[in-house]
């Protein structure tokens, strides 16, 4: 199904959720510069509308389609009516590409979270990419849309996990389980499925984690050199281009995806073969730095809950 030719988005409708903001954005931006036709989702329509005009800014032809439609993605209704209305746009054919690049999380403690918390991080994390594959896929194999592409956004943490994420690594771990199942699934119609694992992103997604995120999360992830929205968005579309069924792009997700990889299809045979002997080392040696400054956290963090009233 990965074939080695190449595969571009020129001439192509491509269909962006969370396509206002971070990621989606910059990903939206980089293919209409390749000259693809664009639509992107979002729930706020003035972001949209600033986002549109981004989009001319990177415009390559006149007979490029750029679209923006304001819906919530929580439910398979909202997330139909959706790509409906995009596919409608384009004499009612369904995109080319879906990327669901919507998704946010709320880091913290877990003994500080109320019950919706979990129940908001997996809607936020997963349900809002699942929805859309859903429709996605059901929409492709209708129309015998051969070539199509289904793209998912998992993270780093969705190989590994750690302090302050127990809300927010299920549902990226969740997306992978998807991504797979669906990669085996709907290359019955040609179909591909690709799943992208980011570590840190600067986007205002970002800086509204850091709203509630530990210290101690924030200390461990400061080794992180994190990636802009469009570095981040360059290398999405590099290993889709490329036909990577699960796409990293930088060097420590690499290794996790590597040592953790399971069943999923090699990028790379000669490179994942060093990263997997790189990981065998390197990795143990990270938890063990993690877990290191976890426990030295323990006497500061138990002040802490005792000065919310969580322990006594």
């Not at 192509?12 to 293919?31: E, F, N, R």
């Not at 979270?113 to 997996?122: A, F, K, N, T, V």
């Not at 101690?216 to 968005?233: C, K, P």
């Not at 990889?261 to 990028?267: L, T, V």
Request: aromatic share 8%; proline share 4%; with cysteine.
């Amino acid at each position: 199904m990965f074939s080695s030719k190449k595969w571009s988005p020129e001439g192509l409708h491509v269909y962006i959720t969370g396509g206002s903001q971070g990621l989606g954005l910059a990903l939206a931006k980089l293919v209409a510069r390749k000259g693809a036709h664009v639509s992107i989702v979002a729930r706020t329509q003035s972001k949209l509308d600033d986002a549109l005009k981004e989009l001319e800014a990177n415009r390559q032809s006149p007979d490029q389609v750029f679209k923006a439609f304001s819906f919530s993605l929580n439910t398979a209704e909202e997330s139909a009516a959706a790509l409906q209305a995009a596919s409608d746009a384009h004499s009612g054919k369904v995109p080319d590409a879906v990327f669901a690049c919507a998704g946010a999380a709320k880091p913290m403690y877990l003994l500080e979270m109320q019950p919706e918390d979990l129940s908001r991080g997996m809607a936020n994390g997963y349900w809002v990419q699942a929805w859309t594959a859903f429709a996605a896929a059901k929409q492709m194999v209708r129309e015998n849309k051969k070539k199509g592409k289904i793209v998912l956004v998992s993270s780093t943490l969705g190989y590994m996990s750690l302090i302050g994420y127990s809300s927010y690594s299920p549902a990226k771990h969740a997306l992978r389980g998807l991504a797979d199942s669906l990669h085996s699934e709907l290359m019955l119609y040609g179909i591909d499925t690709h799943i992208f694992f980011p570590p840190t992103m600067y986007t205002p997604g970002f800086e509204e984690e850091n709203k509630t995120k530990p210290a101690i999360t924030r200390t461990i992830e400061s080794t992180d050199e994190g990636l802009t929205a469009d570095q981040a968005a360059a290398g999405l579309l590099a290993g889709v281009e490329k036909g990577h069924a699960h796409i990293t792009a930088d060097l420590i997700t690499s290794l996790f995806r590597a040592s953790t990889r399971g069943c999923a299809p090699r990028s790379n045979a000669a490179l994942d073969f060093v990263l997997d002997l790189v990981a065998h080392v390197g990795i143990p040696i990270w938890r063990r730095s993690v877990d290191k400054q976890v426990l030295a956290h323990r006497v500061e963090h138990r002040e802490y809950l005792r000065s919310k009233g969580l322990v006594d």
